[in-house]
């Protein structure tokens, strides 16, 4: 738990160590997803949801979202700004960015009156700073603005293709 814990904290205060010990630790993988599920949940109670449904619902939509995001930035970064030295897999993007949300469990506080809604949005904005760190070091990349983009291009994309799914579905 000690082990968990510190990663976790590490990929928060925006440690590259941190990420580079779960990039290289394929037994990560389930503490990866399960930071992201308790970061869900969180967001999904500081949004206001409380009842079982509209958690789980909430859960799974960002579940979604994330795998998306996670799928096209690895495509994103391996292939279209792929550097000489970028060297990755499905795996380590997936520990990388899991840890990541990491901070996202301070989305909770979202349910706080009056500074809720500033915490949720300021958690949010770090969560992105978060992934770009997790990004450039699965990717292997020197340039922090190389992994923006990626980061950034890969969010736009899922973003079409969530809204494009919700306006087909509903």
């Known amino acids: 738990m000690v082990g968990l814990l510190a990663r976790m904290v590490g990929a928060a ?16 993988t389930l503490p990866a997803i399960a930071v992201v599920v308790v970061s ?10 409380f009842d079982l449904r509209s958690i789980a619902g909430l859960l799974t939509a ?24 970028t060297r990755t897999n499905f795996g380590e993007i997936l520990r990388t960015t899991g840890f990541s949300a990491s901070v996202g469990i301070l989305r909770i506080l979202g349910i706080l ?29 020197t340039s922090t603005g190389r992994a923006l983009a990626v980061c950034l291009l890969g969010w736009l994309l899922q973003q079409i293709v969530f809204f494009g799914f919700v306006r087909i579905v509903v």
């Open 13 to 28: 205060c925006f440690n590259a160590q941190s990420y580079e010990d779960v990039e290289a630790d394929p037994s990560a």
């Open 40 to 49: 869900s949940i969180a967001a999904a109670i500081g949004a206001g949801a």
């Open 62 to 85: 960002a579940i979604l979202s994330w795998m998306i995001w996670v799928l096209l930035t690895l495509f994103i970064g391996t292939q279209i700004l792929k550097r000489p030295e």
């Open 113 to 141: 009156p009056v500074v809720g809604l500033p915490i949720f949005a300021i958690v949010n904005i770090w969560m992105l700073m978060t992934f770009v760190i997790a990004i450039r070091q699965a990717l292997d990349y």
